[in-house]
């Protein structure tokens, strides 16, 4: 068995815009850092805002910093949830997608689209990289072991970056699928 990669379940979550954030927040506000996360530079927030969809609403956390542009990761069964068509799409490639609107404590925002479930990846330096030989934006499977729920993950997407750490992400659908899996090993 090669070496392993540790595997995260990212729950759904917002990044905000820095127009949209003080939109939602108010004038000059700026994101509270509650939590480093595992990507350097990446914190989860104190700050929450309500996910507004054709069928319902749900209150979900920030994760910061601010980016380019605001979007949604959701679940597919969030999407349902919210009655919302979620593409499956690497973080950043939103065109085209579903919009929903943002409700927070100092005024609302439509956004046209920006609602993505996120195409399961991982995160790599260039030195992981060239140990698990592979390049950006290559395609892999990752076997997963847990008790009575052992998978491979098909169409992972290898994203390489001076600035990552070593870490798969899927999402709370795919995690509960595989009972929660803590390290999986490419198999190519």
Do not use: W
Not at 104 to 110: D, F, I, L, Y
Not at 113 to 121: D, F, L, N, Y
């Amino acid at each position: 068995m090669g070496k392993t990669i540790l595997v995260e379940t990212s729950a759904r979550h917002v990044h905000l815009s820095q127009t949209d954030l003080e939109t939602l927040f108010g004038k000059g506000y700026v994101l509270t850092n509650k939590k480093d996360l595992s990507q350097p530079g990446q914190f989860a927030c104190q700050e929450k805002v309500t996910v507004v969809g054709p069928k319902g609403e749900t209150k979900m956390s920030i994760l910061g910093p601010t980016r380019a542009q605001t979007q949604v990761e959701v679940s597919l069964t969030d999407a349902r949830s919210l009655g919302i068509k979620a593409l499956i799409r690497e973080s950043g490639d939103i065109e085209g997608t579903a919009g929903c609107k943002l409700i927070g404590p100092a005024g609302e925002v439509e956004i046209t689209c920006g609602v993505i479930a996120a195409k399961r990846h991982i995160h790599m330096t260039p030195a992981d990289a060239k140990e698990f030989g592979v390049q950006d934006k290559d395609v892999v499977s990752v076997e997963v072991k847990s008790a009575d729920r052992s998978l491979v993950f098909g169409d992972v997407v290898c994203r390489v970056s001076d600035s990552y750490a070593l870490a798969m992400h899927i999402d709370t659908d795919e995690s509960n699928a595989a009972g929660a899996p803590s390290e999986g090993t490419i198999i190519k």
